[in-house]
């Protein structure tokens, strides 16, 4: 599987942007996807989650209520929607995806086994 994020990008405090990750390869349908972030100089951290049917998520404490992640399976696609961006949401952010699991979503970076390459995010004050 290959992931290709997307929709990175200069926003103002408050704004929106929606990210994309598009997959390719073998069939990710099935796959749980998650969204992570690096900001500089720190580690990478975990975002957002999803379930392969979308009926699951799960979200860091730092991001619930303001970013939202979604999928299109019929596009092989997740999006990641973004709204009140602050300051302390500028990151690369990352897409991966779970081959081994379905049902369970988890902030666990360690179980997700295919990753994008990034998309950059900066948020001005």
């Known amino acids: 599987v290959q992931l290709q994020a997307s929709g990175g990008g200069l926003v103002q405090a408050g704004g929106s942007l929606r990210l994309s990750c598009a997959a390719s390869?073998?069939?990710?349908?099935?796959?749980?996807m998650g969204w992570f972030r690096q900001a500089p100089g720190k580690e990478r951290e975990f975002a957002a989650a999803?379930?392969?049917?979308?009926?699951?998520?799960v979200y860091a404490d730092s991001v619930k209520g303001r970013l939202t992640i979604s999928r299109d399976n019929a596009k092989n696609t997740v999006y990641l929607q973004m709204n009140s961006l602050k300051p302390e949401d500028t990151a690369v952010y990352y897409c991966?995806?779970?081959?081994?699991?379905?049902?369970?979503?988890?902030?666990?970076?360690?179980?997700?086994?295919?990753w994008g390459q990034g998309t950059e995010v900066t948020v001005s004050s």
């Open positions: 991966a995806a779970d081959p081994n699991s379905s049902t369970v979503v988890t902030a666990l970076s360690t179980r997700y086994i295919y």
């Open positions: 390869g073998r069939t990710y349908r099935r796959y749980a």
């Open positions: 999803i379930s392969w049917s979308g009926g699951s998520t």
